[in-house]
């Protein structure tokens, strides 16, 4: 019954029937229609039809009827079959990680609801993985962050130093107008700018007056060291580059690559300003702090050979107008 309502009804194709429909459609087609036929054929024409030749061409008309019935079953029944295959390779396809595919099937019938119902699963399965991806960068990053700071707490001279630094450079990101994610992005930077000091030896790091040339060299080592630990989360790239260059000078003497200019990425020069001028105002096992005003002296000497300019003046008006830095 509900058949033969699909079948005859106007609005409905065979595109809009059920799958269990369309199995015994291609059944009536490929069993019972040349069933039926044949006996016609083997019972009941030679009693209707006397004539040979007539019988013969007769023969040969139900012939070609069964075999079109059947090739039509046939090729419906394919069409179903190679539906339903096509769900499995494209859901094989997806759970292999590709993500953002989609099952597509014409079809309104129970193989559409099944891809549906599948596509729903798998943007279920998307959002929660891409959750779980961000929380795991969360912890890592928070991880990364508590390891700076227990570095910063090994030397008594840098003590608040990663706080103060990531307050200037917010600072900076609002007077430039800098977007959310480029401002979160640079006091993530200056938050973990020292992280690299991690593969330092503690005896450089805290010798009482100056470095060796080769402490030095080794010392110049923590930026790269620094970049090698956030590179393994692709959502780092941003800030490992930071952590990179956070040591460029303006007119390309500063480490590990001699960039030059604007060759050094705006947030890394940002970073410079504000970290050379907090260690100028803090005191070092080298020597004592600088006033704030020695410090903002400093700073216009380093302009334009160590550091940008522009951001100097900004830097400075912005610590001014504070009413001096924040200690």
């Not at 005859?8 to 809009?16: G, N, P």
Request: glycine share 8%; aromatic share 8%.
């Amino acid at each position: 019954m509900k058949i033969s309502k699909a079948l005859f009804s106007k609005k409905v194709s065979l595109e809009d029937i059920g799958l269990q429909s369309k199995n015994a459609l291609a059944f009536l087609f490929m069993f019972v229609i040349p069933t039926l036929l044949a006996c016609y054929l083997i019972f009941l024409a030679p009693l209707v039809i006397s004539d040979k030749n007539m019988l013969l061409r007769h023969t040969r008309t139900i012939i070609i009827l069964m075999s079109v019935c059947g090739l039509f079953g046939y090729l419906f029944l394919r069409k179903v079959f190679s539906t339903l295959i096509g769900i499995i390779k494209k859901a094989e396809y997806i759970s292999f990680g590709n993500k953002g595919e989609k099952i597509e099937v014409v079809w309104n019938d129970e193989l559409k609801d099944l891809a549906q119902s599948f596509n729903r699963i798998n943007a279920g399965l998307e959002t929660k993985v891409l959750e779980l991806s961000r929380s795991i960068e969360k912890t890592y990053y928070d991880t990364l962050v508590m390891l700076a700071r227990i570095v910063e707490a090994k030397d008594t001279y840098s003590a608040g130093h990663l706080e103060r630094v990531s307050s200037y450079v917010q600072m900076i990101a609002k007077k430039l107008g800098l977007e959310e994610e480029a401002e979160r992005m640079l006091m993530g930077g200056a938050l973990l700018h020292d992280l690299g000091k991690v593969g330092i030896e503690d005896a450089i790091l805290k010798k009482k007056g100056q470095l060796t040339p080769q402490e030095y060299e080794i010392v110049k080592q923590h930026s790269v060291i620094g970049e090698n630990i956030l590179k393994p989360l692709h959502s780092m790239s941003k800030l490992s580059i930071l952590v990179r260059h956070h040591h460029e000078f303006y007119d390309g003497t500063g480490y590990p690559d001699g960039l030059k200019g604007e060759e050094i990425p705006l947030a890394a020069r940002i970073l410079t300003v504000v970290d050379i001028y907090d260690a100028l105002i803090t005191d070092r096992s080298y020597r004592k702090a600088l006033s704030h005003d020695e410090g903002i002296k400093m700073l216009r000497k380093y302009a334009g050979n160590k550091l940008d300019p522009k951001l100097v003046e900004m830097f400075i008006g912005l610590i001014t107008n504070n009413g001096n830095a924040k200690r």
